[in-house]
């Protein structure tokens, strides 16, 4: 095994829920319009993938024709039937057009790779170059988070459809993995099974941590769009944070980011 990954799993750094949370929202608060910038990126891509997978699988066509199926049924509990219905009814193409969306939007993973390197310039240099965000495209990093998006994604669907559980302690425990890649030269699978082993020995902490931050992002979603869009960076940010507190940084090796 690559020296620099034993090296990084062998630490043993507690962390502090107070401080990292403090720390993660005094940088979320310097990066919002960077972080608003990739999120929206990352909607638009969303909802066009997810436009073209529902025309052609014909789930587009069959939802507008049963909105205008219900249009003047006031009784609720009728309306709760007639989705439920519709729902069981085209319960494969609905599953077919939301798993094929995440799929895709896979190839958009290394703008968070990309705002890992914001969030470290900004908290080192107290600046950062807008172009950074998308270092995460670059061929050095793009085919490693490939590698460890597609990991990410069949265990946590398969953890999920097991039981909720394991769904959430994938979750958890992967949570750094993405900073891995971008911060060591660790592949895809070294960097998900490092972010696992690291995390396991604060998981209840870490758990704690990103509950928060997501509490906060669920919140932003229900009072709007809008809110979601600004709110969900702090659980980016929040990644970075996790990741500085239990594995650390090189200075000499992080000046180099974005001039390789």
Excluded at 2 to 10: D, F, K
Excluded at 166 to 190: D, E, K, L
Excluded at 214 to 232: D, E, H, K, M, N
């Amino acid at each position: 095994m690559n020296p620099e990954i034993e090296s990084i799993q062998e630490k043993n750094n507690s962390i502090s829920y107070s401080r990292v949370f403090s720390e993660s929202w005094s940088l979320y608060t310097k990066l919002i319009g960077v972080g608003v910038l990739a999120v929206v990126i990352y909607s638009i891509a969303s909802f066009f993938v997810s436009f073209l997978l529902e025309s052609i699988t014909g789930f587009r066509n069959v939802t507008n024709e049963f909105m205008m199926d219900i249009q003047g049924i006031q009784d609720p509990n009728v309306l709760l039937y007639e989705f439920q219905d519709f729902y069981m009814e085209h319960l494969n193409t609905l599953l077919v057009t939301r798993l094929g969306t995440e799929f895709i939007m896979l190839l958009a993973f290394p703008l968070a790779g990309g705002f890992m390197l914001v969030c470290r310039e900004m908290d080192k240099n107290g600046a950062f170059n807008m172009g950074t965000l998308f270092e995460g495209f670059r061929p050095q990093y793009w085919g490693r988070l490939m590698v460890l998006a597609v990991i990410y994604f069949f265990i946590s669907k398969i953890a999920t459809m097991l039981f909720l559980l394991p769904g959430i302690y994938i979750w958890v425990a992967a949570v750094i993995a993405c900073p891995i890649v971008m911060f060591t030269n660790a592949s895809g699978i070294q960097a998900f099974t490092t972010s696992i082993k690291l995390v396991n020995k604060n998981w209840f902490t870490v758990f704690q941590i990103l509950f928060v931050a997501s509490l906060i992002g669920v919140a932003g979603y229900l009072i709007c769009f809008v809110g979601r869009i600004v709110t969900y960076p702090l659980v980016l940010v929040t990644v970075y944070m996790l990741y500085k507190h239990m594995v650390g940084f090189n200075d000499e090796k992080i000046d180099e980011i974005g001039h390789s």
